[in-house]
């Protein structure tokens, strides 16, 4: 017996036991859902927390609280911003998209860089430069105004990438049928656009609802800024937390409204071969007129808000740089801004990575879960972190790790957007080839797929990393004791109406922010091909 | 990009770290921290001359008034405050109510007048700021003002006088309104203020407004005209200051309050620190500073600029009486919030 025994014992593994991989991959992918759920439960708390205050307050407290005129007032004036904002947004957006695109307007890649550029500019800096320049601006149309300019580039980017990308073939079957150059353009081109336009006019909804600091300084009141009065008066009373109900519900309306208007029709180019790039429109002497649109545009979200901070810069002269707390600030909203990214890139990993390779029902709920928290406006969020640590978690209380947590929540859906498409692009095999040769299938995955995504992975950290940059009302919300960002130092010095020291602060934002709306538009054209 | 992602994970544990160490090394730092709702400047001017003196670090965490109180409501026995300052008595008033602050030393409340403090000897008045009608002088005559703030409920008001209903300042009037004339009149008064008047958001972007001639007047505090006046006068150059006097709601004097938190782990340094604004150099700094609030300490004086406070005839309100809680109730009753 023990002699025959001996040879099995010698090389036992290799002999008997099938390849673990498979077993080791749902090992993988099971943790990794498990990281997901804990993800999702985080970004479950704003929601659940609301729910959890209301059912506090109790009905006849909280229906007194949401059922006032002064609710019914902030539901018009929020509403009457979306419905005057969007359409001149799509309108102008469509118009700039095709002009920089599809015309050969003199200077088109010009166009198309300042077009984009706006983002680097954060909204409240944007109406701190107007209001500079008119100081009487206020109430609704001036808040459509600013946040027209302000919010343009995120209807721009998706729809110019869009037309780069339309395949031409369509547009020309559709001449040769003989409609003119606009019905082509109204019945080809504009329904190919609706994915786009839908994408981005979402993204500027949400926005519209979650912006304080550019209202605040226009004065005109929305929900996000009665609830910042109400959290002022009352800390995180009932009447704040059911504004934001309200608030939440808003925005669940938008994102419910996006996915009907949006539809599921399919807008793949099918066919063989690779669509030729679309022929530029020649405008002949109307090319001249035609830079009017991108030129004024231009000058009123750049110009403008160029020429109230130099204004101030040059007021403030040399002295307004050398405050000390301008570079403890700038270093402060630095760490903030890596710290932020770093965070909300690991927790978006497992769920970006399971989106990719273990599609399916599960995975679909807990994505869902990953997106929903970024549309919540950072005020909702906020105001339920100060509660949560303040009544249960006492030790994370106005710590780093609750701001980091914050902007986690906040930016979520920013950080996966950019790991899908990373991890969508490495071969599955080059992992698997890893667990086999043994490494452990995380590590496989951080070491080989991760790797590979890696100019994804930094294009999605430098969104949050803006993001972070310029966010303001959860970072005076939470943020520990003596903490100054570049953006609450801005805001505290825009208060006591000293523009001219304020304005480094905002310089600097922008200074931050450029090199990265860069980034951004860079990518836009690489993902379109060119 | 040959970034690792060991070196990655290196980094992010690093920056975790990194900025964990540095809110540490702060908690750590033997100091006080004050919750500030006064004027930055103010508050920063007196902590440095204070850290200056006596080597005692001070950390500041700015927010409103009735925030702040709240706030350290909320927070209870675990607040990482030692040290209380406000604008108003209002917010003073809630935390004291709480039981949350220490009583103060005999010596720091000895500093200032008994009816700069309350009867408790819980917290202590450190500054006072006055409530005026700032109007336009080319669209109002001084025969148009208002004899009292009672009279803006009139309609003939309607569309002409602004305020900023969010902040303390205007709430803590709001308080002494209540206190003098009761519940009912100020909800009317409310009620009327919310057709009546235009809402901005902050008292300085109220004055501006006036300047700008967006609005005829608005009540606002005394200091933000010397403020701006001592600065270029671009927001104030064509307001003028309307006292109400004659004991009138609208005479109202605002006492600005600090008290030490009976949780503070530092009571000694943080009772210095109010013992120290209360004090000949923490009064000097109102005299001789941009802040234009007035000294209110036993002995000590207001900048010569200001109206003399004797002749301000503020009506007699006990700082402690004001109710934060039911103002901000009322207003949000009417609309206003």
Redesign the interface.
């Known amino acids: 017996m023990s002699v025959q025994a001996q040879p099995l014992r010698a090389y036992p593994v290799i002999a008997t036991r099938p390849l673990p991989l498979r077993r080791v991959r749902q090992l993988a992918a099971k943790s990794l859902f498990g990281l997901a759920a804990l993800v999702s439960l985080l970004t479950l708390l704003p929601l659940g927390f609301i729910l959890w205050i209301t059912v506090q307050t109790g009905w006849e407290t909280a229906s007194t609280?949401i059922f006032?005129?002064?609710v019914g007032?902030l539901l018009v004036n929020t509403a009457l911003l979306e419905v005057l904002t969007l359409p001149p947004c799509i309108v102008l957006a469509v118009a700039l998209a095709w002009l920089t695109e599809r015309s050969d307007v003199p200077g088109a890649r010009l166009w198309s860089w300042l077009a984009v550029a706006p983002l680097a500019i954060p909204a409240f800096v944007q109406s701190y430069a107007w209001v500079g320049v008119a100081?009487?601006m206020h109430g609704l149309f001036a808040a459509v105004f600013v946040s027209v300019l302000a919010y343009l580039p995120f209807l721009y980017l998706p729809v110019a990438a869009q037309l780069r990308r339309l395949d031409p073939a369509m547009e020309d079957a559709a001449a040769s049928l003989g409609l003119t150059p606009w019905r082509v353009f109204l019945r080809v081109v504009l329904p190919q656009l609706r994915i786009a336009l839908c994408g981005g006019s979402l993204l500027i909804g949400l926005h519209l609802l979650a912006e304080y600091g550019l209202y605040?300084m226009i004065?005109f009141?929305t929900f996000t800024?009665?609830i910042v009065?109400?959290?002022?008066?009352?800390?995180?009373?009932p009447?704040a937390n059911m504004l934001a109900g309200v608030l939440v519900l808003s925005c669940l309306g938008l994102l419910g409204l996006e996915l009907l208007i949006r539809g599921d029709a399919r807008y793949a180019r099918v066919g063989s071969g690779a669509p030729r790039p679309a022929s530029r429109r020649r405008l002949g002497r109307a090319g001249w007129a035609s830079m009017l649109l991108p030129l004024a545009l231009s000058g009123l979200a750049l110009g403008v808000p160029a020429y109230a901070l130099g204004r101030w810069l040059i007021a403030g002269g040399s002295e307004i740089w050398q405050a000390r707390e301008l570079a403890a600030a700038f270093g402060e909203t630095l760490?903030?801004a890596?710290?932020g990214a770093?965070?909300t890139t690991?927790a978006a990993i497992p769920m970006a990575w399971l989106s990719v390779r273990v599609p399916g029902r599960l995975q679909r709920i807990l994505e869902g879960c990953h997106y929903y928290v970024g549309a919540l406006p950072g005020v909702v969020v906020a105001l339920a972190l100060v509660?949560i640590t303040?009544?249960v978690a006492?030790p994370l209380?106005?710590?780093?790790?609750t701001v980091?947590l914050a902007y986690g929540l906040m930016f979520l859906p920013r950080a996966l957007v950019g790991l899908r498409a990373g991890i969508a692009q490495v071969p599955v095999e080059l992992e698997r080839a890893a667990i086999a040769l043994g490494r452990r299938p995380v590590g496989a995955i951080?070491?080989v797929t991760?790797?590979l995504a890696?100019?994804g992975v930094?294009a999605c950290m430098a969104l949050v990393a803006m993001g972070v940059t310029t966010e303001l009302t959860a970072t005076l919300m939470l943020a520990?004791?003596?903490t100054r960002t570049l953006a609450t130092e801005f805001w505290?010095l825009t208060?006591?109406?000293d523009y001219a020291a304020a304005a480094p602060y905002a310089a600097l934002m922008i200074a931050l922010s450029l090199p990265l709306t860069a980034l951004l538009h860079a990518q836009s054209r690489r993902v379109a091909g060119q | 990009?040959?970034?690792?992602?060991?070196s990655?994970?290196r980094?992010?544990a690093l920056?975790?770290i990194?900025?964990?160490a540095?809110?540490a090394a702060?908690?750590a730092d033997e100091g006080i921290?004050v919750y500030n709702a006064q004027?930055?400047?103010l508050t920063k001017a007196w902590a440095d001359g204070f850290t200056k003196e006596t080597g005692i670090k001070v950390?500041?965490?700015?927010?409103?008034d009735?925030?702040l109180?709240?706030?350290i409501?909320?927070?209870g026995a675990?607040s990482?405050a030692d040290v209380f300052v406000t604008e108003n008595s209002p917010a003073m008033v809630l935390v004291e109510k709480a039981g949350l602050f220490e009583t103060l030393p005999k010596d720091v409340l000895a500093q200032v007048p008994a009816n700069f403090q309350p009867a408790s000897g819980r917290w202590v008045g450190v500054a006072a700021r006055s409530t005026v009608f700032a109007y336009d002088v080319r669209k109002l005559k001084e025969s148009d003002l208002p004899k009292s703030l009672l009279d803006l409920a009139d309609a003939k008001w309607k569309g002409h006088w602004a305020a900023s209903p969010?902040g303390?300042d205007f709430?803590a009037i709001v308080g002494a309104l209540l206190e003098l004339k009761g519940e009912t009149v100020t909800a009317e008064w409310l009620k009327a203020m919310k057709a009546n008047s235009t809402?901005?958001?902050?008292n300085?972007?109220a004055m501006?407004a006036v300047n700008?001639g967006?609005v005829d007047g608005a009540v606002i505090y005394h200091y933000y005209y010397f403020g701006?006046q001592a600065k270029t006068g671009e927001?104030s150059g064509n307001v003028r200051l309307h006292y109400f006097r004659n004991g009138d709601p609208g005479a109202f004097l605002s006492t600005s309050g600090a008290g030490v938190l009976a949780s503070s782990k530092h009571k000694e340094q943080a009772e210095a620190f109010v013992k120290w604004m209360t004090g000949k150099h923490g009064q000097a700094v109102l005299r001789d500073g941009d802040s234009f609030e007035y000294a209110i300490a036993t002995g000590a004086e207001s900048n010569p600029k200001l109206e003399p406070i004797a002749q301000l005839q503020a009506p007699k309100v006990e700082p402690s009486k004001l109710d934060s809680?039911r103002v901000?109730e009322l207003?949000?009753a009417a609309?206003l919030?």
């Open positions: 609280l006032r005129p002064r007032e100081p009487g605040a004065r009141d800024t009665a009065d109400q959290f002022q008066s009352s800390y995180n009373g009447a760490l903030y890596v710290g770093l965070a690991l509660t303040v009544r006492l209380y106005q710590t780093v790790a980091l951080l070491s991760m790797r890696a100019p930094a520990p004791n003596g505290a208060n006591e109406l | 990009m040959t970034l690792m992602p060991s990655l994970m980094a992010a920056a975790l990194l900025s964990g540095s809110h702060r908690a921290t004027h930055e400047s950390t500041i965490r700015k927010g409103g009735t925030e109180a709240n706030q409501v909320q927070e675990a990482p969010s303390a709430q809402a901005y958001r902050g300085s972007v501006k700008a967006e701006d927001n809680k901000s207003m949000t609309g919030l």
